[in-house]
T-cell receptor, first 111, second 116 residues
Framework: GQQLNQSPQSMFIQEGEDVSMNCTSS?????WLWYKQDPGEGPVLLIA?????ELTSNGRLTAQFGITRKDSFLNISASIPSDVGIYFC???????????FGTGTRLQVFP | GAVVSQHPSRVICKSGTSVKIECRSL??????MFWYRQFPKQSLMLMAT?????????EQGVEKDKFLINHASLTLSTLTVTSAHPEDSSFYIC????????????FGPGTRLTVL
């Protein structure tokens, strides 16, 4: 099945550092979403983006919907240990409700 | 609000048996439900989309006779893995939306299936 390219694949950072990850696609999406998944659980929505160029924040998280509608990034500022997990981007197709997920970024935060 | 549950959370079965997984929207009516499969250290892959009262739409490569989906009510969808084999062992996750257009998908906690 189709997947979005997400980078980096994994990150090992120290508590307090900022994190940036991005997602690119060959297709245009009308909605970009960022999810966090903890081991053995379902993904939890962090941020939803609905317009090209949109920049949205949720606490220490900031995400942007690329102008071309083919990419998005997520920034986490001042990371803390509970930020550990796998982060997925997802693009939502306009003519269906389908979500196409990125390959994921595994984040590890060391104290 | 917008809570989705799955049952069971874990299931172990013998090869050749069938397993049913339930997905429920607890505090809203779900027009559409989605079923995903996630192998270890991989992303979520959409298996099928189901709308209440109609047949599910399967993604390419997903066998509809092996993965039976029933969306009999606005709060319940079931996935039955028939004649399960070890390669079907995976994490199955459902999601649900209130409406059919641009609505947020609310995900369930997932079901870990292990086929011996």
């Amino acid at each position: 099945g189709q997947q979005l390219n997400q980078s980096p694949q994994s990150m090992f950072i120290q508590e307090g550092e900022d994190v940036s990850m991005n997602c690119t696609s060959s297709s245009i999406f009308n909605t970009w979403l960022w999810y966090k998944q903890d081991p053995g659980e379902g993904p939890v929505l962090l941020i939803a983006l609905y317009k090209a160029g949109e920049l949205t924040s949720n606490g220490r998280l900031t995400a942007q919907f690329g102008i071309t509608r083919k990419d998005s990034f997520l920034n986490i500022s001042a990371s803390i240990p509970s930020d550990v997990g796998i982060y997925f981007c997802a693009g939502q197709e306009y003519n269906t409700d389908k979500l196409i997920f990125g390959t994921g970024t595994r984040l590890q935060v060391f104290p | 609000g917008a809570v989705v549950s799955q049952h069971p959370s874990r299931v172990i079965c013998k090869s050749g048996t069938s397993v049913k997984i339930e997905c429920r929207s607890l505090d809203f009516q779900a027009t559409t439900m989605f079923w995903y499969r996630q192998f270890p250290k991989q992303s979520l892959m959409l298996m099928a989309t189901s709308n209440e009262g109609s047949k599910a739409t399967y993604e390419q490569g997903v066998e509809k006779d092996k993965f039976l989906i029933n969306h009999a009510s606005l709060t319940l969808s079931t996935l039955t893995v028939t004649s399960a084999h070890p390669e079907d062992s995976s994490f199955y996750i459902c999601s649900a939306t209130r409406t059919s257009r641009t609505d947020t998908q609310y995900f369930g906690p997932g079901t870990r299936l292990t086929v011996l």
